[in-house]
């Protein structure tokens, strides 16, 4: 079972860089989640989704994007990277009623 | 004051030792809640929905407290596999957005 899938594991970027993260899973959920994670620190909501096509923004959104085409997929966009985007990114997927299941997360370095 | 706030610990508990965690939340209109377990450098994993009853799985017991707003977790028989961040969370709607807490890091020690 594959779950959440989420590529790349580490990424080194500089500063005013973009890149996307990429993030599928194969649980027909509805429910998307990318969440970011600083070191001793709980997870902040940077933008769900609650289909596709549909997509809101959760606590922490500035600085980022993101679009849902299909079910599956989740991508999160940084534009103009900034030191402060060093963190782990996770994704989730599931019904908030009844708990989400995590990708392994994406480890992003800003230099 | 956070939504969602827990002792960060850390606990340090030698094997067999019994040990709680408790976690509050503001919002009084919250409906669900759960614990996950995050090991080092890993994803966070769902352990248990914590409901109004009680609700026990094994040597974890999970326990809410509507009227004074806290869940706590219980864990009994601790095990050096049970070293870990335990993150509680707290959900205001019934779809939509989970709110975690920072977690409590729990080492278990021969």
């Not at chain 2, 030792?17 to 996950?36: I, K, P």
């Not at chain 2, 779809?95 to 021969?110: E, I």
Request: glycine letters at 8%.
């Amino acid at each position: 079972n594959a779950g959440v899938t989420q590529t790349p594991k580490f990424r080194i970027l500089k500063i005013g860089q973009s890149m996307t993260l990429q993030c599928t899973q194969d649980m027909n959920h509805n429910y998307m989640y990318w969440y970011r994670q600083d070191p001793g620190m709980g997870l902040k909501l940077i933008y769900y989704s609650v289909g596709a096509g549909i997509t809101d923004k959760g606590e922490v959104p500035n600085g980022y994007n993101v679009s849902r085409s299909t079910t599956e997929d989740f991508p999160l966009r940084l534009e103009l990277a900034a030191p402060s985007q060093t963190s782990v990114y996770f994704c989730a997927s599931g019904q908030t009623a009844y708990g989400y299941t995590f990708g392994s997360g994406t480890r992003l370095t800003v230099v | 004051r956070k939504e969602v706030e827990q002792d960060p610990g850390p606990f340090n508990v030698p094997e067999g030792a019994t040990v709680a965690f408790n976690c509050t939340y503001s919002n009084s209109a919250s409906q669900s809640f759960f614990w996950y377990r995050q090991d080092c450098r890993k994803e966070p994993k769902l352990l248990m929905s914590v409901y109004s009853s009680g609700n026990e799985d094994g040597r974890f017991t999970a326990q809410l407290n509507r009227a004074s707003q806290y869940i706590s977790l219980l864990i009994r028989d601790s095990k050096l596999s049970d070293s870990a961040t335990y993150l509680c969370v707290v959900n205001r709607e019934v779809a939509g957005k989970s709110t975690f807490g920072d977690g409590t890091t729990l080492t278990v020690k021969p």
